[in-house]
């Protein structure tokens, strides 16, 4: 499986921005908290990634890599 | 796996003490992927305000100053008159540009001062706890207008691209957003041409950015997105003002 | 030895500033220092220095912040109410550690007051006019001469300290003439490895920064700066006129040069009377006060103000002798007879 979004879930503060930017709707937040206590976001699927990187586009906190 | 997207190198690799969802980051990083993509870092120096983003010293690869409230456009003079070959910005919110400091901005502006100027306008007092600024909108409550923005006593909002793009000296002025990727996207076009701008010694350029504040609009991240679109860009109409051909 | 000639106060100590290395002057237009300003806009584009008026004495203090940031000489000058909308900046400069010379001419107040001379910024000057606790090192010519050299020791003293310098004139000092002779002098290598130039990629960041959020840091700061100030005190200048003196007035600036003419006249009349003169009012010459304990009987401390600098007098002689004050207020100069007659009040009360 290849991993074409890399979330840095201590980064992630939990802000749901990227969810509303991801065209394939491929990102949601996470029930499990990190040590900051936000829930990251998690990729459900990372083979319908287009890595188009709008995600990382609209992320505060630069808690999103995308790989092509 | 070819990288599509990583953090900028100008961008320091701490984390923010921004609220959750604050698109001050957005922002922040977008000066640096500028800053990366002209790779001026090491010839640039950015000015703090005062205010939510003044803890940028903190956040970017690059000397830094810290200004006082509203000071920055002074500071900004000051620097490029020392250095007139280095890069100078200075990144500022609306409590600092269009409150305190509207002296200082419209006269570096009016002296074409030739510097960048990052405003960042989320029409409130952020880290003094959300109080109304000169940019909160008419009825917006606040924790100093508790009934909404009266017009009858506070006036209506200012806008500053609009009036500093009447300054004759003024090279580029325009106003953008980061409500979603593709104002992102934009924003981040007229960052760059306007440090461009500063490249090619055009003068005065500024980049009012429109941005959310959800602790203090009392919305979550994404419905802060959606005030930005439906209540700010209305009364601040997204527009290129000024921008001098060499630069696109 | 640079040849002597005629110049305005404020006209020489523009200079003295040029012949010290200072490049880049931010200014506002007010009465009585604008000969400064309008002296360096002619001047400074022959040396390719950078002439700046600014919208306010609120930006040029914080031009003079940017300027100094980048490690050149600059400075700013201003006349009283000026130098008040410049505390807030001059407060900065000194907690981001920055060197620059700020002028004042004092003239009268408060408020708008008048543009005749004064001395009543005193207590702003030397005891802080601006927030937080901060000393600055302020140097009270008396002479347009003594203005030239004290101008040129600030920028050293600036980048000795990493702090900014006041030099203290007023109205009158700043608009008479006097033969000056202005010797250029080299300013020595001050190192700048703190500032904001640019990483050039070879670096690490540098700030320029006096927010300290943590108050362990804040007062870790605070450390840092009153253990600068306190070095700062062997700085302290002053002159004293007839040590052995039993009377002495007391006074600086342009109160000092009157009471020049006072001594005389007293001494000639058989009054054993002295002058005891700071020329820098921080650090406060304490010590001269403990030096002519031997044979003084009494103080007279005179200004051009409701009484400031007294303060300081009394508190250098401790309760040792009487200390007595004449001012005048409102830019009107103490004559020397009045100032005469109070001596002798003073002479009469102690005998």
Not at chain 2, 32 to 40: N, P
Not at chain 3, 1 to 7: G, H, N, P
Not at chain 3, 308 to 335: C, I, K, S, W, Y
Request: charged letters at 20%.
């Amino acid at each position: 499986m290849i991993q074409r979004v890399t979330i840095f879930e201590e980064i992630c503060k939990g802000c749901g921005l990227c969810t509303t930017a991801c065209p394939q709707k491929i990102l949601v937040m996470g029930k499990h908290m990190n040590s900051k206590g936000y829930h990251p976001v998690i990729v459900t699927d990372q083979s319908l990634c287009i890595s188009c990187a709008m995600c990382a586009r609209m992320c505060p906190d630069v808690a999103i890599k995308v790989e092509k | 796996m070819a990288i599509v997207y990583e953090r900028p190198k100008s961008l320091a690799e701490v984390e923010t003490h921004y609220c959750p969802g604050c698109t001050h980051g957005i922002i922040h990083r977008l000066v640096a992927e500028v800053m990366d993509e002209l790779d001026i870092a090491g010839i640039t120096i950015g000015i703090a305000p005062v205010g939510c983003s003044v803890f940028a010293y903190n956040y970017f690869n690059v000397d830094m100053v810290q200004a006082a409230h509203g000071r920055a456009p002074a500071i900004a003079t000051g620097l490029k008159r020392a250095m007139p070959d280095k890069m100078i910005f200075s990144y500022q919110g609306d409590g600092d540009l269009a409150s305190i400091g509207t002296a200082e901005i419209v006269h570096a502006a009016h002296r074409g001062e030739n510097i960048t100027v990052i405003f960042v306008n989320n029409a409130i007092y952020g880290m003094t706890g959300g109080q109304m600024a000169p940019t909160s909108l008419v009825g917006q409550k606040t924790t100093t207008s508790p009934y909404g923005r009266q017009e009858a006593e506070t006036g209506r909002p200012i806008r500053i691209s609009e009036m500093l793009a009447t300054l004759d000296s003024t090279a580029l002025i325009s106003r953008v957003s980061v409500h979603n990727p593709a104002a992102v996207i934009k924003a981040k076009r007229m960052i760059k041409q306007a440090f461009i701008a500063q490249q090619k010694g055009l003068g005065f350029s500024m980049v009012e950015v429109l941005s959310t504040c959800p602790t203090n609009w009392g919305l979550s991240p994404i419905e802060a997105l959606k005030w930005v679109e439906e209540n700010m860009i209305p009364y601040y109409p997204l527009k290129d003002f000024k921008v001098p051909e060499e630069v696109k | 030895m640079a040849e002597k000639i005629l110049m305005k106060g404020n006209e020489a100590l523009a200079e003295a500033a040029l012949a010290a290395g200072c490049r880049y002057f931010f200014g506002y237009p007010i009465t009585p220092q604008n000969e400064v300003p309008e002296y360096m806009s002619r001047r400074l584009p022959q040396l390719d220095g950078v002439f700046v008026q600014a919208e306010s004495e609120v930006a040029a203090i914080n031009m003079v912040y940017g300027a100094a940031s980048t490690g050149v000489r600059c400075m700013t000058s201003s006349s009283s109410p000026g130098i008040s909308l410049k505390q807030e900046g001059i407060s900065y400069l000194v907690g981001s550690q920055l060197p620059c010379v700020v002028v004042n001419m004092m003239r009268g107040g408060p408020g708008l007051g008048t543009i005749q001379p004064s001395q009543s910024d005193y207590f702003q000057s030397t005891k802080g006019g601006g927030h937080g606790d901060y000393k600055m090192l302020v140097l009270a010519p008396s002479t347009v001469q003594e203005m030239v050299d004290l101008t040129m020791d600030a920028f050293d003293l600036a980048e000795k300290y990493r702090n900014p310098v006041i030099v203290l004139g007023d109205g009158m000092l700043g608009q008479m003439m006097e033969p000056v002779a202005i010797e250029p002098r080299e300013p020595q290598e001050a190192d700048i490895s703190w500032a904001t130039t640019g990483t050039l990629g070879e670096r690490k960041p540098n700030v320029i920064n006096s927010l300290f959020i943590k108050a362990e840091e804040c007062e870790e700061h605070n450390e840092v700066l009153q253990a600068k100030f306190a070095k700062m005190l062997e700085e302290v200048r002053y002159e004293i006129l007839h040590e052995d003196a039993e009377f002495f007035l007391v006074g600086y600036g342009t109160t000092a040069r009157i009471m020049r003419s006072v001594v005389e006249m007293a001494r000639e009349e058989g009054i054993s009377v002295g002058l005891i003169r700071p020329i820098t009012l921080y650090p406060f010459p304490d010590e001269a006060f403990d030096k002519v304990q031997k044979t003084a009987k009494g103080f007279l401390t005179v200004e051009m103000s409701a009484g400031q600098m007294v303060e300081d007098v009394r508190l250098a002689v401790n309760g040792r002798q009487p200390v007595r004050f004449h001012g005048r207020t409102g830019g009107m100069a103490p004559e020397p007879l009045h100032i005469l007659a109070e001596l002798k009040k003073l002479i009469d009360e102690v005998k």
